[in-house]
């Protein structure tokens, strides 16, 4: 086979010409702002600029658990590029049922049949169709939680700001405080058996928001007692980002659908999935064109999902995220508080889900682009501005660690100089 040579990238200036005429000009002024450096390689935990930059990369929304081209996932993908990328559609094909049965054996018990979609949304989407085919039409979700901005997705997703301009969305849609199982159940009654609950087992885009010990067990049983469909949406807590395969294991649960995405595709392909218990796929079942879609379960994203799978095992990427999220969790601590003392309200987090949370808007911000000077790509939060995320890889190696830290250090040191004089002797606070 003949290896093609790539061309070399177009400056900076011509690419921020290409988004801003060809893209969006909001997207383009959001990349100078952030820096304006093109991302053109990437590989384990770093990804590499135009300019031969090499960053930590922390970000990429909790998709890159493995870090970016796994070996054991790229050996899956090529494989099947060169055999059969793209399926008929009209034949049986191998990868999805074997991937669908890897899957299975990971997930909480009963969870049997699975539907496999592209992206987060998609799943979200196909689990409201399925609640639908049970009698369920009534959604209940909860405030800042986050599943996507497809329109049934986004009548789910708890932020008005996403939600304003596309109104109407789906109706008989509640939202409830997350966190407060009292609120959730009077909106079971008034749903009278017609309910169907989505849910994450941390809130990520809210800001890495830990529920009440104890709440999702409620949240199941309330399910249970009043005829709920339960969905746990996983699509960026799971896969191991917790420091476990999903929330559902730290927590005892067994909901009538997972939602999978993000790292499910280690982090090369696009890929999801709602994982099913067999009474709650039962029209699906019957039906094989009920829900469809050209790319479902296409082999080479199914080769991801089972070397990514794989992947994890081998490596035991569970353990791995369980105890660097423990240590980075305690150093984010300590560094952050140091710096900005009383401005940090909290710093928290389970597994590789890492949120710094700030007392005021502004910080948040400017410690996200100071982190990019400083060598560290990390993510904002998409219902929230005043909490930092770091989603990092479980392949960190323990200097990749120290550079994180060192980098996390300097950032905060630099930022908290505008914004706490009295700890850094920088300039006034109220100059800003
Ligand atoms: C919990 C959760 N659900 C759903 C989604 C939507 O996924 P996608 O952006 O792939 O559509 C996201 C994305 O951040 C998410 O975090």
Not at 218 to 236: K, T, Y
Not at 336 to 350: I, S, Y
């Amino acid at each position: 086979m003949k290896t093609v040579t790539p061309a070399p990238t177009p400056s900076r200036t011509e690419i921020g010409r290409l988004y801003r005429t060809r893209l969006s000009k909001g997207r383009a002024t959001l990349g100078e702002l952030l820096g304006g450096e093109l991302e053109t390689e990437s590989q384990g935990a770093w990804v590499t600029t135009a300019t031969d930059r090499r960053l930590l990369n922390c970000s990429g929304y909790g998709v890159l658990l493995m870090g970016a081209r796994h070996p054991t996932v790229v050996r899956h993908v090529a494989e099947q590029l060169h055999r059969n990328p793209v399926a008929t559609r009209v034949l049986l094909e191998p990868q999805a049922a074997l991937a669908a049965d890897a899957l299975v054996a990971r997930a909480p018990a009963g969870l049997e049949r699975v539907h496999f979609a592209c992206s987060g949304a998609e799943a979200v989407e196909t689990a409201i169709k399925i609640a639908r085919t049970l009698g369920k039409d009534r959604l209940i979700a909860a405030r800042g939680g986050y599943h996507g901005k497809t329109m049934g997705a986004l009548s789910l997703t708890g932020k008005a700001l996403f939600q304003e301009p596309f109104r109407p969305l789906l109706p008989g849609t509640a939202h409830v405080p997350y966190g407060d199982a009292e609120a959730l159940e009077q909106e079971l009654v008034a749903a009278s058996g017609r309910a169907c609950v989505v849910i994450e087992p941390v809130q990520g885009e809210a800001g890495v928001i830990l529920p009440p010990p104890g709440y999702l067990r409620q949240v199941q049983e309330l399910c249970r007692s009043h005829d709920a469909l339960f969905v746990l949406d996983e699509i960026q807590t799971g896969m191991g980002r917790l420091g476990a395969w999903w929330g559902a294991d730290q927590e005892g649960l067994t909901p009538d659908l997972l939602l999978a995405g993000k790292g499910l595709g280690g982090g090369v392909m696009p890929v999801s999935a709602v994982v099913a218990t067999p009474k709650a796929f039962a029209a699906f079942d019957k039906d094989p064109y009920l829900h469809t879609s050209t790319f479902s379960g296409m082999p080479l994203a199914m080769a991801a999902v089972r070397g990514a799978l794989a992947a994890m095992a081998e490596e035991d990427l569970v353990t791995r995220a369980r105890i660097l999220g423990t240590e980075l969790l305690d150093a984010l601590r300590r560094i952050a508080t140091r710096h900005f003392g009383d401005l940090v309200r909290e710093v928290r987090g389970r597994g590789l889900i890492l949120g710094i949370e700030f007392a005021e808007p502004g910080p948040a911000g400017d410690l996200l682009v100071e982190l990019i000077q400083q060598g560290v790509v990390a993510n904002h939060s998409l219902n929230s501005h005043l909490v930092l995320r770091l989603t990092p890889p479980a392949i960190l190696s323990t200097s990749d660690v120290r550079f994180l830290l060192t980098a996390f250090d300097r950032a905060c040191r630099a930022q908290a100089a505008r914004y706490v004089p009295t700890l850094e002797g920088g300039a006034a606070h109220a100059q800003r």
